[in-house]
């Protein structure tokens, strides 16, 4: 099964917040494409991905003309069951890995992948600005790490960065994100993917890879008090 790109978790997550919020029980009919699309602000084809891919797990059956039905409850239907990582195994996957991405990508990227990367970082300049939807922040935050990852033009990578967002995924890392993110770190995380942005502009190697770490070391610090 192909892994969800970084706006469909987004669209899996919401849909989730959407199924919990109605306390939808197996059985219960899911809202149409189109509502779901208006609510996640994106479009039917993204839905219809996120909705193949949780029938493929098993958690919906679809009726032509009647419908989605839940068959299960999960508190991430998307995830791909064959990932399990621990929050501790991915924040050290996560420290040890992305420097890695961010050198390859200072001399790989295109000037189009940096364009991407600055696009990623206004966009949370503003949601930081506006300081209230976790969920995007959280969407666009996995965007831009995976960008850089994609911006390394090798598909190992790619595809390691891939299994990362996965695990980024799961319930457990996702409500420790949740409990640690305040308007303040929100903010200065938007801030500090803006220096990384920077250091790869100017392919300036060593400031990229200083700007990963600081970024790293503040998340983890956040998500594990006490680790740093
Ligand atoms: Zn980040």
């Keep these: 099964m192909p892994s969800l790109l970084p706006n469909e978790y987004l669209v899996a997550q919401k849909l989730d917040q ?5 306390e939808l ?9 189109r ?4 609510v996640a602000g994106v479009g039917r ?3 219809r991905r996120v909705l193949t891919s949780m029938q493929e797990h098993g958690l919906v059956t679809r009726h032509v ?3 989605t039905f839940l068959t299960a409850r999960g508190d991430h239907p998307t995830l791909d069951p064959g990932v399990d990582i621990s929050p501790v195994d991915l924040m050290d996957a996560r420290w040890h890995l992305e420097p890695v991405f961010v050198g390859v990508a200072v001399s790989r990227g295109t000037a189009r992948d940096f364009h991407k990367l600055n696009d990623l970082v206004t966009q949370g300049n ?6 209230s939807d976790l969920l995007n922040f959280e969407g666009c935050d996995m965007e831009f790490h995976h960008s850089i990852a994609m911006a390394t033009h090798n598909a190992a990578m790619v595809s390691v960065s891939k299994t990362l967002m996965d695990a980024r995924s799961s319930p457990t890392w996702a409500s420790m994100k949740k409990q640690s993110l305040t308007p303040e770190r929100l903010t200065a995380y938007a801030q500090e993917h803006a220096a990384i942005a920077a250091g790869l502009v100017d392919r300036d190697t060593k400031a990229a890879t200083a700007a990963m770490l600081t970024h790293l070391r503040h998340v983890r610090a956040s998500l594990f008090p006490g680790s740093a």
């Design 18 to 22: 959407m199924i919990e919020r109605a």
């Design 25 to 33: 029980a197996p059985g219960g009919r899911l809202p149409t494409e």
């Design 35 to 38: 509502e779901l699309a208006d």
């Design 45 to 47: 084809a993204t839905v």
């Design 65 to 67: 003309g009647r419908g």
């Design 126 to 131: 503003e949601i930081a600005a506006g300081a």
